[in-house]
């Protein structure tokens, strides 16, 4: 009669509606706690992430009219070590070295203290960071698997910075060494088995500042004629911002073993079949500022970007639609994805320029407003190379696809002569100048998710763009003094994009999240442009562009095909 009861008891267990789409088809005859899990040895591990640096130089001559802030993102991977000491349930302290390779390129102009003074291009080559830092960390979760966790130490950045002088002169400094500073930073880190966890963690360095000598440029005086102007020095303030997402493994762990209750919450029989098969559609709105530039040079050697006839930098905010997807499939692999488009909201962009030999050492002109559109497509095919019920960390490859359209209105002269195209203001209802360009991308990276529990998730995916694509078209509608005005460019380069969610199971199927997402390309290998039509030899243009921001999604889950 015993025997009866447990069976009649089990079986309505497993046929209960209520249970939830997303957790095992084969619920545990008795709960089970968690075993407890304590986070002290040695580990290492590797990391993939994205970094954004600014580098202020001071104008010796004066307040700068414009810029004189030079914006360097870039994709970063290396690798860490480490050592944790879990001296109780709660709390962990700790040490951690890592290691990054970077790849981060920015220009912008700098020393523009009158538009009678022929300024500079300033530009940032980032190529390696590293840091030493302290952990101290809050123990918490199921088991005591989740970590929370602060650091701070002292950090290295490997860098080339240049000051280079507007055409005709083309004067440089440069500096190439590297600078010590200090690092603090938070994360997240979940052990995912004995031997393997995952983080997601937030760096700010700052390096504090240092002097460069400014290069020898010269000054018109309006009726007299040009001076030379003397070497200078400027003081060049930087700090760093990087987000990484890594796997680490513990020495002398096993690779293969999984925590002791793991078949009692994900498997049946030996067969995992947690989310296999399962499909989850969504819908996004995204917030975004955008920031795209163009440096037209002064030469046709594409190894001398430094040296600028012209700069265009557009600068705007969207709002954008989206649908999403992902799609667990066999053996472990996924595919995911999503596209949309939306509409610019505000924007404004400046054209400068660098003529002195015709009278024009540096003009500067804003056209307000800039009205157009983006539309966006991703599709990833990934791997899982760990996961569970609550948890997933995987690799993949993919593509991404990035169009914006820009038309800028009007024109008003904010540096330079008064002789100049824009002295008398041109109305923001005429067409000035219009920018369509468009990105086709390859993607590499990981992606990771964790459930932190009560219904809440978080996610978080890092992409390198190894390889980069640009096409571009510029239209100059005012200009009476070409046949042809517009001009094609193209270039290839690369890249970094980031995102992370975090997110909210109303139910077994609906959830509601909230994340944010940072894109950064840049062309500066090849880059050249047909200028107005004209033939090749081509005149350099590196392109440059970020998308950053926020949104807000809608999500439902399939438990199968």
Not at 378 to 400: A, E, I, M, R, S
Request: proline letters at 4%; hydrophobic letters at 35%; a negative charge.
């Amino acid at each position: 009669m015993s025997r009866i009861l447990v069976t009649v008891a089990t079986l309505a267990t497993v046929i209960s509606p209520a249970a939830a789409a997303d957790m095992p088809r084969f619920p545990p005859l008795m709960p089970v706690a968690p075993v407890s899990w304590n986070w002290t040895g040695l580990y290492w591990g590797a990391h993939v992430g994205g970094s954004f640096g600014s580098s202020s130089f001071s104008d010796p001559a004066g307040p700068g009219l414009y810029g004189g802030s030079v914006r360097s993102p870039a994709a970063l991977a290396g690798i860490q070590v480490g050592y944790n000491y879990q001296p109780n349930a709660n709390w962990l302290i700790g040490v951690e070295a890592d290691l990054s390779s970077m790849n981060a390129k920015g220009t912008n102009t700098c020393m523009a203290s009158s538009g009678l003074f022929i300024s500079s291009n300033c530009r940032v080559r980032q190529d390696a960071l590293a840091t030493l830092t302290g952990r101290a960390g809050f123990v918490t979760g199921p088991g005591g698997r989740t970590l929370l966790y602060a650091k701070g130490g002292a950090a290295y950045l490997s860098e080339r910075l240049d000051i280079a002088v507007g055409y005709p002169l083309g004067n440089l400094t440069a500096a190439n060494d590297g600078r010590w500073g200090w690092t603090v930073g938070a994360g997240i880190e979940r052990a995912l088995a004995p031997a393997w966890s995952v983080k997601l963690e937030y760096n700010y360095a700052d390096f504090g500042s240092r002097d460069m000598a400014t290069p020898d440029s010269e000054r018109l005086v309006p009726g007299v004629g040009s001076f030379a102007t003397p070497q200078g020095t400027s003081r060049v303030e930087q700090d760093l911002h990087a987000v990484k997402v890594g796997l680490n493994l513990k020495f002398g762990g096993d690779v293969d073993a999984r925590f002791d209750d793991y078949h009692l919450r994900g498997t049946q029989a030996g067969v995992d079949v947690v989310e296999r098969g399962a499909v989850e559609v969504g819908g996004r709105v995204w917030y975004s500022s955008g920031r795209f530039q163009k440096d037209l040079g002064g030469t046709f050697d594409q190894g001398n970007q430094n040296f600028l006839i012209s700069r265009l930098t557009y600068q705007n905010t969207a709002v954008s639609g989206e649908a999403f997807g992902r799609i667990e499939g066999p053996y472990d692999t996924f595919l995911k994805g999503f596209a949309g488009g939306g509409t610019l909201l505000t924007g404004h962009m400046n054209d400068e320029d660098w003529i002195a030999s015709d009278g024009i050492p540096y003009s500067n002109t804003l056209s307000d407003p800039v009205r157009g559109s983006i539309a966006y497509a991703t599709v990833d095919v990934g791997y899982n190379l760990v996961h569970g019920p609550d948890y997933k960390f995987g690799g993949f490859v993919g593509y991404n696809y990035y169009r914006e359209n820009k038309s800028a209105y009007g024109c008003v002269q904010t540096a330079g002569a008064t002789s100049l195209v824009c002295a008398q203001p041109i109305s923001d209802a005429v067409l000035a100048i219009t920018q369509n360009d468009t990105w086709h991308s390859l993607r590499v990276g990981l992606n990771g998710e964790i459930g932190l529990g009560r219904g809440v998730k978080l996610s978080a995916d890092a992409a390198y763009l190894p390889y980069v694509k640009t096409f571009g078209t510029d239209t100059h509608l005012l200009r009476t003094d070409v046949a042809d005005k517009v001009s094609p460019s193209q270039g290839t380069g690369q890249g970094v994009q980031l995102e992370a969610v975090l997110s909210y199971q109303l139910n077994s199927a609906f959830s509601i999240g909230a994340g944010a997402r940072y894109w950064a390309m840049w062309a500066t290998t090849n880059a050249y442009t047909n200028i107005f039509g004209t033939e090749c030899p081509c005149q350099t243009q590196p392109a440059r562009t970020e998308r950053y921001g926020t949104f807000l999604q809608a999500a439902y889950k399939f438990d199968s095909l």
